[in-house]
């Protein structure tokens, strides 16, 4: 897939995000929308999926530790075929199979439970690990956040990683240097943050989480470090493509109103314009 197509459809996640949160008066806006860029990529041009067969053994495994961005993961989702896109405005809902944290029973397409930060870390890892003594061929792709490596799970599973030499185990973090209450490195200063992960055993890769081109070729580096697990460490901004919610950890954990929710569509209209104006795409 062509890079201006892929710069469309994340676009338009950003928009149904948007839509989503409105309706629900309830969830996550800044993570979401800065994540929008590489779960495209990710979906739409990587990993081996098959959204008429969420169970097939041959696809390639997506974890999200950081649950709270939900939202991004179930507009990718319906928009691959899922589920249909209609059930995204029931997020939040009673009964909805869309809750503010992902249920891997519930939804296909969800490999892991979200909520507690962290846990998704051990749990790729712990699937790659099988799949490595398995000698299956399958990927694990886990996305996490910055803030969560305030805690001590994180770090376990980064050695348990880089002790069994998990080649087939990419990690792709939310570089946003936010979190609920502040700044992450106010709160807890994770630099030289690349340097902790190579001594680990990592391959580390440090991108611009919103350049397609580079999410692509990170995700071709991990595909051939087969001899330990990669480190994708995406620059992110938090709330991107809306000039009120970027950069502003408020928004880490609130949903937009009704005006607000307004002025981000029609920004993000506008930058749908200015993608299908721009000349010179292609691929890397």
């Not at 409105?22 to 969830?27: D, S, T």
């Not at 996550?28 to 990529?41: E, N, Q, R, S």
């Not at 996490?144 to 990419?170: R, V």
Request: charged share 25%; aromatic share 8%.
């Amino acid at each position: 897939m062509e890079d201006k197509e892929l710069a469309i459809i994340a676009n338009g996640a950003r928009q149904d995000i948007v839509r989503m949160l409105l309706e629900a008066k309830a969830g996550h806006t800044a993570g979401p929308l800065g994540m929008a860029d590489i779960f495209t990529v990710l979906y739409y041009d990587w990993a081996k999926v098959d959204p008429q067969r969420p169970d097939w053994e041959g696809r390639d495994y997506v974890l999200v530790s950081n649950g709270h961005i939900c939202p991004v993961w179930y507009v990718t989702l319906a928009g691959r075929g899922f589920f249909p896109k209609d059930d995204l405005m029931h997020f939040r809902k009673i009964n909805s199979l869309l809750q503010g944290h992902p249920h891997n029973e519930t939804i296909p397409g969800v490999e892991n439970s979200g909520g507690p930060l962290a846990q998704g870390l051990s749990q790729a890892a712990g699937i790659a690990l099988a799949l490595k003594r398995d000698k299956k061929a399958n990927r694990v792709f886990c996305i996490c956040s910055d803030g969560e490596h305030d805690e001590g799970q994180a770090w376990e599973a980064a050695l348990f990683a880089g002790h069994y030499a998990l080649g087939n185990l990419t990690l792709i973090m939310d570089r946003n240097n936010i979190q609920i209450d502040g700044f992450t490195n106010d709160i807890m200063n994770l630099e030289p943050l690349a340097d902790k992960y190579r001594a680990f055993g990592w391959h580390v890769t440090e991108i611009d989480g919103h350049s397609i081109p580079e999410i692509r070729k990170a995700l071709a580096s991990a595909d051939k470090a087969k001899d330990r697990p990669t480190m994708i460490i995406a620059r992110t901004i938090p709330g991107k493509g809306v000039a009120e919610f970027e950069n502003r950890f408020e928004w880490h954990g609130k949903p937009p109103n009704e005006d607000e929710a307004k002025k981000a569509l029609a920004q993000l209209a506008q930058e749908r314009q200015r993608i299908e104006k721009k000349s010179g795409w292609g691929r890397w």
